[in-house]
């Protein structure tokens, strides 16, 4: 860490922002006067260290107009009135008793806003809700520099004091390196922050890992094991007597009209490699074990008069999706009957449109509850909490038979092994935004769209699609790198379902929903660490990202593509190659030539 006087950075910070931002320099405040800093410490009952002191006499903070100056995520530094009315506030939540037989470090867990802490900054914003803070204490903290965000437990920096704090923020602007996580950068006469990014170029797989795991498989039972009742909450009580009744599995299913069930896998999206029969049991072992690396498993039959169906046993829910019923009722009539909590919805949807006049709807009331005569509430632990809905699921079942001539009792497959396959789900909707994104990462995405031909744009935002998925890392995948040279070529891209472009974009979707999946588990997990680590993860949620935009360029106008595209940059420097691309400075694939 560098040091250096707070009158040295503050020359460096001058120079640079006069020299690169003098919008943001003009903003800077004059010094503050000496008597004013004195009384505030006599209004606070507090010494100002000696940099504070100093860097007052330089400038008393700044004006809080767009464009001014501010440390990042921490905002704008505090003038001596703002320091006075952030610790007035911030003290208004506890007491001086409170904080009487605490040391500095008791302090910081159990004292909301210790009174001899000064917020010198006005957070992100530019409130006195959070910031940068700084110790006045006499002791081994004095003059520290800490963090503090709104809700949160303030916490000390590396930073010793604001001459550091100083010296690091003149070295970001001067070499254009990273301050706090963020890189100040200059653009039109003002400082704005932005992230720089890279990812690990070769992310641990999570279906390579399915993969090698293999499918469990489910073990004759000895005998009963008694039922493990579900945590609610903090406060349960438990009834005297024998537990109750636990509801039957109801779940989501759609009936679809003259497709056998032969035909469903495709309309699905399932994965070939794991279609085989499974009873429920199977099925749900096997949703909820790594193998399945968190993809959807469906179950598929036939219950006569023409309909065959799909449940669903696990995974995030699918039959819920319009993109999915929209597949799947292709052609043909499905009715559909979910049970979510207190609601249950039957849907009758006819070749992609819904038709109101099959829906049936109830919502139920919750009934887990038990309120004493002190007025306090608590919740039952081996109860159905909405009763209501599971009748509602059972009577609209059995209405199913009198209104499409479907029979089906769920329970009667339970045991049963029906044909089953994990998905690979299929992707959201593209959908145009009433309102496009005019600003991105500070940029005016409007202003370059009105006064760019259409042409030139399109070629620029094709070339800065190139350089997302470089940095991404899926341009290596063929059929990724064939789309992208039949943009640069204004050749129609293959985006149909099932194409292979198509696959493989449903394929990223699913590594990064794994990844991140992993990761969670092991959180409240005391087995060993997930396999995948958070840079795994922040590589496939990049690539999945990358993948689309990519997917925008081809079905959005482009204005709604290329915010896409430049808010996933990876790159700082974007804005750099942006203008390079708009001039035709860049190569064939959209790298920008060197002179």
């Given at each position: 860490?560098?040091?250096?006087?707070?009158?040295?950075?503050?020359?460096?910070?001058?120079?640079?922002?006069?020299?690169?931002?003098?919008?943001?320099?003009?903003?800077?405040?004059?010094?503050?006067?000496?008597?004013?800093?004195?009384?505030?410490?006599?209004?606070?009952?507090?010494?100002?260290?000696?940099?504070?002191?100093?860097?007052?006499?330089?400038?008393?903070?700044?004006?809080?107009?767009?464009?001014?100056?501010?440390?990042?995520?921490?905002?704008?530094?505090?003038?001596?009135?703002?320091?006075?009315?952030?610790?007035?506030?911030?003290?208004?939540?506890?007491?001086?008793?409170?904080?009487?037989?605490?040391?500095?470090?008791?302090?910081?867990?159990?004292?909301?806003?210790?009174?001899?802490?000064?917020?010198?900054?006005?957070?992100?914003?530019?409130?006195?809700?959070?910031?940068?803070?700084?110790?006045?204490?006499?002791?081994?903290?004095?003059?520290?520099?800490?963090?503090?965000?709104?809700?949160?437990?303030?916490?000390?920096?590396?930073?010793?004091?604001?001459?550091?704090?100083?010296?690091?923020?003149?070295?970001?602007?001067?070499?254009?390196?990273?301050?706090?996580?963020?890189?100040?950068?200059?653009?039109?006469?003002?400082?704005?922050?932005?992230?720089?990014?890279?990812?690990?170029?070769?992310?641990?797989?999570?279906?390579?890992?399915?993969?090698?795991?293999?499918?469990?498989?489910?073990?004759?039972?000895?005998?009963?094991?008694?039922?493990?009742?579900?945590?609610?909450?903090?406060?349960?009580?438990?009834?005297?007597?024998?537990?109750?009744?636990?509801?039957?599995?109801?779940?989501?299913?759609?009936?679809?009209?003259?497709?056998s069930p032969e035909e469903l896998?495709?309309?699905?999206?399932?994965?070939?490699?794991?279609?085989?029969?499974?009873?429920?049991?199977?099925?749900?072992?096997?949703?909820?074990?790594?193998?399945?690396?968190?993809?959807?498993?469906?179950?598929?039959?036939?219950?006569?008069?023409?309909?065959?169906?799909?449940?669903?046993?696990?995974?995030?829910?699918?039959?819920?999706?319009?993109?999915?019923?929209?597949?799947?009722?292709?052609?043909?009539?499905?009715?559909?009957?979910?049970?979510?909590?207190?609601?249950v919805r039957v849907t009758v949807?006819?070749?992609?449109?819904?038709?109101?006049?099959?829906?049936?709807?109830?919502?139920?009331?919750?009934?887990?509850?038990?309120?004493?005569?002190?007025?306090?509430?608590?919740?039952?632990?081996?109860?159905?909490?909405?009763?209501?809905?599971?009748?509602?699921?059972?009577?609209?079942?059995?209405?199913?038979?009198?209104?499409?001539?479907?029979?089906?009792?769920?329970?009667?497959?339970?045991?049963?092994?029906l044909a089953s396959a994990l998905?690979?789900?299929?992707?959201?909707?593209?959908?145009?935004?009433?309102?496009?994104?005019?600003?991105?990462?500070?940029?005016?995405?409007?202003?370059?769209?009105?006064?760019?031909?259409?042409?030139?744009?399109?070629?620029?935002?094709?070339?800065?699609?190139?350089?997302?998925?470089?940095?991404?890392?899926?341009?290596?995948?063929?059929?990724?790198?064939?789309?992208?040279?039949?943009?640069?070529?204004?050749?129609?891209?293959?985006?149909?379902?099932?194409?292979?472009?198509?696959?493989?974009?449903?394929?990223?979707?699913?590594?990064?929903?794994?990844?991140?999946?992993?990761?969670?588990?092991?959180?409240?997990?005391?087995?060993?660490?997930?396999?995948?680590?958070?840079?795994?993860?922040?590589?496939?949620?990049?690539?999945?990202?990358?993948?689309?935009?990519?997917?925008?360029?081809?079905?959005?106008?482009?204005?709604?593509?290329?915010?896409?595209?430049?808010?996933?940059?990876?790159?700082?420097?974007?804005?750099?190659?942006?203008?390079?691309?708009?001039?035709?400075?860049?190569?064939?694939?959209?790298?920008?030539?060197?002179?």
């Open positions: 860490m560098i040091t250096s006087t707070v009158e040295r950075s503050w020359a460096r910070i001058e120079s640079w922002l006069a020299h690169h931002a003098p919008h943001t320099h003009g903003l800077l405040r004059p010094p503050a006067l000496p008597e004013d800093i004195e009384a505030a410490e006599l209004r606070l009952g507090v010494t100002f260290p000696s940099d504070l002191r100093a860097s007052l006499l330089r400038h008393d903070g700044v004006r809080l107009e767009q464009g001014t100056l501010t440390l990042g995520y921490y905002g704008p530094l505090s003038g001596v009135a703002d320091i006075v009315k952030s610790a007035e506030f911030l003290r208004g939540f506890g007491s001086e008793d409170d904080e009487a037989d605490l040391d500095e470090e008791t302090r910081d867990e159990f004292a909301y806003w210790p009174r001899e802490r000064l917020l010198i900054t006005l957070g992100i914003c530019w409130q006195s809700s959070d910031g940068m803070f700084l110790a006045t204490r006499p002791g081994p903290h004095r003059g520290r520099v800490g963090r503090y965000f709104d809700e949160d437990v303030p916490s000390f920096t590396a930073w010793k004091d604001p001459g550091n704090v100083l010296a690091d923020f003149a070295t970001a602007l001067e070499n254009g390196t990273q301050f706090n996580g963020q890189i100040p950068l200059a653009v039109e006469g003002r400082v704005i922050w932005d992230d720089d990014r890279t990812i690990i170029p070769d992310p641990l797989s999570p279906l390579a890992l399915a993969a090698e795991a293999g499918e469990p498989r489910v073990r004759a039972a000895v005998e009963p094991e008694p039922p493990v009742l579900p945590y609610h909450g903090l406060h349960a009580v438990l009834i005297d007597g024998p537990a109750r009744h636990v509801p039957p599995v109801q779940p989501d299913v759609v009936f679809v009209a003259g497709v896998p495709a309309r699905l999206g399932a994965v070939p490699a794991t279609a085989g029969p499974r009873s429920r049991e199977q099925a749900r072992l096997s949703a909820a074990a790594p193998w399945a690396a968190y993809r959807p498993l469906v179950r598929m039959g036939s219950c006569g008069g023409g309909w065959s169906y799909v449940t669903q046993e696990g995974g995030d829910p699918q039959l819920r999706r319009p993109e999915v019923l929209r597949r799947l009722s292709r052609g043909t009539r499905i009715v559909q009957l979910t049970k979510q909590g207190p609601e949807v006819e070749d992609g449109v819904e038709r109101p006049e099959g829906a049936k709807r109830v919502d139920s009331p919750r009934e887990d509850q038990v309120t004493g005569s002190d007025g306090r509430s608590w919740r039952t632990l081996d109860v159905d909490p909405w009763p209501g809905s599971t009748a509602a699921y059972t009577r609209f079942a059995a209405d199913l038979a009198a209104d499409h001539g479907i029979v089906w009792d769920p329970a009667s497959d339970n045991d049963m092994p998905l690979l789900p299929v992707l959201d909707d593209v959908r145009e935004t009433r309102h496009p994104v005019s600003r991105v990462r500070e940029f005016d995405l409007g202003g370059l769209v009105d006064r760019t031909p259409p042409e030139r744009l399109r070629s620029a935002m094709a070339s800065q699609l190139a350089r997302l998925a470089s940095e991404a890392g899926i341009d290596g995948y063929p059929e990724i790198a064939r789309a992208l040279e039949g943009i640069r070529r204004d050749e129609p891209v293959d985006l149909s379902a099932d194409s292979p472009l198509d696959l493989r974009m449903r394929t990223l979707a699913v590594e990064s929903r794994a990844a991140r999946g992993l990761l969670d588990a092991s959180r409240y997990a005391s087995d060993p660490p997930a396999p995948v680590t958070k840079a795994d993860l922040g590589a496939w949620v990049a690539r999945n990202a990358a993948a689309g935009a990519l997917r925008e360029f081809v079905l959005l106008p482009l204005p709604e593509a290329a915010a896409t595209i430049l808010y996933h940059r990876l790159s700082v420097r974007w804005r750099d190659d942006l203008a390079e691309d708009l001039t035709g400075r860049g190569d064939a694939a959209g790298r920008p030539i060197r002179r």
